[in-house]
């Protein structure tokens, strides 16, 4: 995201949140079946979470990447945990058999250094930019590249002011 001035705000509720990633679930009860989920932390925890419930899916993996550490701005990546080799074994070659979630993908570099871990493992996230769209198998809701999206568990209630003191 290079020009906050173009930023357009996609805020999710918890409730809507639960409606999209269960529609990520429905989408890939027709992808598997998986041996288990790599969920890349932390915003994979959430979707990965209501994806496991409704899929039936017990071993659940974490890839822990942190790369935005200034709010809106991605700096170096950092993998702070890869994915167990006890998991790796379990699946297929390239982790066929395995499925990736994420909360989202953005400019595509969090997902891409995890396909270069695990090529042949299926990719879901439950929204999409179109930057990083092409590294996805599975996603609900694309949105545009100048679209932050404003998750609930970063969110709290907060006095709006009316539209009308916002026009120019
Ligand atoms: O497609 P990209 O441009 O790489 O961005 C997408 C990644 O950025 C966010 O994670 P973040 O690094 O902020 O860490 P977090 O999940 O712990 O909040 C988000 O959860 C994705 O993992
Ligand atoms: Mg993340």
């Keep these: 995201m290079s020009d906050p001035r173009q930023q357009k ?12 990633a269960r529609a990520l679930a429905w989408r890939l009860a027709g992808a598997g079946p998986f041996e288990g989920i790599v969920c890349i932390t932390r915003g994979g925890l959430v979707p990965a979470a ?15 990447i942190a790369s935005y550490h200034d709010y809106q701005t991605q700096g170096d990546m950092q993998v702070l945990k ?17 499925l990736v979630i994420d909360d ?8 891409r250094l995890v396909r270069d871990m695990v090529p042949k493992a299926h990719f879901a996230t ?18 545009s590249q100048d679209t932050w999206i404003y998750f ?17």
Excluded: N
């Design 82 to 98: 890869p994915i167990a080799e006890r998991v790796l074994a379990i699946a297929g070659e390239g982790g066929q058999g395995l």
């Design 9 to 20: 705000a996609f805020p999710v509720s918890w409730d809507q949140f639960h409606r999209d």
């Design 152 to 168: 609930p568990w970063d969110m709290g209630l907060s006095f709006q002011p009316p539209i009308r003191d916002g026009v120019a």
């Design 50 to 64: 209501i994806v496991a419930r409704e899929l039936g899916t017990r071993l659940i993996e974490t890839v822990c």
């Design 104 to 111: 989202l993908v953005d400019s595509g570099k969090t997902a």
């Design 126 to 143: 439950v929204y999409a930019k179109p930057l990083g769209r092409p590294v996805i198998d599975t996603f609900i809701t694309e949105v």
